[in-house]
């Protein structure tokens, strides 16, 4: 198994761009979420979801969207980049209640 | 829902214990300990969990104080490797969706040295 994979690993953007980073998982975990980190911070929960089709605000989901069409896959779209949105972005997969598996992450500059 | 307190940083010599604290003292009944730790700012990684009683896996031991106010999550043999940021995070049992009501800290940052 794979286990969580994040692209790109790396991206840089400049205000006002839009991008999707992606999050695949082949663990068949129902449930998937978006974590962003900044310097010296612990995660803040963007957005999650409890199955294809369900997803659920987190604690900080402004600036973001998300979207569940299959089981595996769970991309965050940032609508119009932002400063502020620079961060490092980690996926997450679990079965409910279960105990979470993180992907690599994915590093964001905006400019 | 319970937060926890963490020093911010430890030393640890390679080949030492080292012992790691984490104080929650309102943590209710029917919550977890939960550890992961964050190897250079790479994705958290599950290290062991428990609710009353001390667990032992391949990676570490974790002690929870009687009145479970309080616990310490045991490398044995610390490696350089382990050098990490370590979480120690209080979790609701019983819900299906309680990872997303966790709050995450700022962990303790371990370095070990040669």
């Known amino acids: 198994n794979a286990g969580v994979t994040q692209t790109p690993k790396f991206q840089v953007l400049k205000t006002g761009q839009s991008m999707t980073l992606q999050c695949a998982q082949d663990m068949n975990h129902e449930y998937m979420s978006w974590y962003r980190q900044d310097p010296g911070m612990g995660l803040r929960l963007i957005h999650y979801s409890v199955g294809a089709g369900i997803t659920d605000q987190g604690e900080v989901p402004n600036g973001y969207n998300v979207s569940r069409s299959t089981t595996e896959d769970f991309p965050l779209r940032l609508l119009s980049a932002a400063p502020s949105q620079t961060s490092v972005y980690f996926c997450?997969?679990?079965?409910?209640?279960?105990?979470?598996?993180f992907g690599p992450g994915t590093r964001l500059l905006v400019l | 829902d319970a937060k926890t307190t963490q020093p911010p940083s430890m030393d640890c010599a390679e080949g030492r214990a080292a012992n790691l604290p984490c104080n929650h003292s309102?943590?209710?009944?029917?919550?977890?300990v939960y550890w992961y730790r964050q190897i250079h700012s790479q994705g958290p990684q599950y290290i062991i969990h428990g609710l009353k009683n001390n667990e032992t896996n391949e990676m570490a031991s974790l002690i929870i104080t009687e009145d479970r106010k309080s616990s310490t999550l045991i490398l044995p043999h610390a490696t350089l490797r382990d050098t990490a940021v370590y979480y120690c995070i209080v979790r609701p049992r019983g819900r299906v969706d309680s990872n997303y009501q966790l709050i995450w800290g700022a962990g303790t940052k371990l370095i070990i040295k040669p």
């Open positions: 997450a997969s679990s079965y409910p209640g279960g105990t979470q598996y």
């Open positions: 309102t943590i209710s009944g029917n919550e977890y």
